[in-house]
């Protein structure tokens, strides 16, 4: 299995840069990962949110290949603890999936196709958070994952 997270954003931002690579060399240890960015949308002046939404969905939709598992973080999602999160990958490990991908959102969150799409949605937290910030705690969070079920001493109870 490989793990792939897709976001609507930046490719970067400088002061996330460091942290975001540290995690990703340390989370590729465990498992093949990928990030692929949606650039944000150009001229959203004359669009309405709900032309935004259907835009980046469909950007989103084009990276997703009809068996992969797809989970949207979303603030309206399910939330985990971080050991119920190493349990819900170890359950995807141990299926027949081959990708698994988790998806951050634009500015305005998921058109109804993306929902439709996906199969579960997970939330960080029921605060909001910038999109570089959440992908830092998102990819940290998976590597805390990794090493709770190989055991390593970085997850403390």
């Known amino acids: 299995m490989k793990i792939k997270l897709i976001i609507v954003g930046k490719e970067s931002a400088e002061v996330f840069d460091d942290a975001i690579d540290q995690y990703t060399?340390?989370?590729?240890f465990y498992i093949p990962f990928e990030t692929v960015v949606v650039p944000y949308l150009k001229k959203t002046a004359a669009l309405s949110v709900s032309e935004q939404k259907i835009q980046e969905?469909?950007?989103?939709?084009?990276?997703?290949?009809?068996?992969?598992?797809?989970?949207?973080?979303?603030?309206?999602?399910?939330?985990?603890?971080s050991v119920a999160f190493?349990?819900?990958l170890r359950k995807q490990m141990c299926s027949s999936l081959k990708t698994l991908v988790f998806v951050v959102g634009g500015p305005y969150g998921f058109s109804q196709p993306v929902y439709q799409r996906a199969n579960e949605q997970l939330s960080l937290s029921l605060m909001t958070f910038p999109h570089?910030?959440?992908?830092?705690i998102f990819i940290e969070q998976l590597?805390?994952?990794?090493?709770?079920?190989?055991?390593?001493?970085?997850?403390?109870?």
């Open 57 to 81: 969905g469909e950007a989103i939709l084009k990276k997703i290949d009809p068996q992969d598992y797809v989970v949207l973080l979303d603030e309206h999602g399910k939330q985990k603890t």
């Open 132 to 136: 570089m910030m959440t992908r830092l």
């Open 86 to 88: 190493s349990e819900f």
């Open 25 to 28: 060399k340390k989370l590729k």
């Open 143 to 157: 590597y805390r994952a990794f090493t709770i079920i190989k055991g390593e001493p970085y997850h403390h109870e």
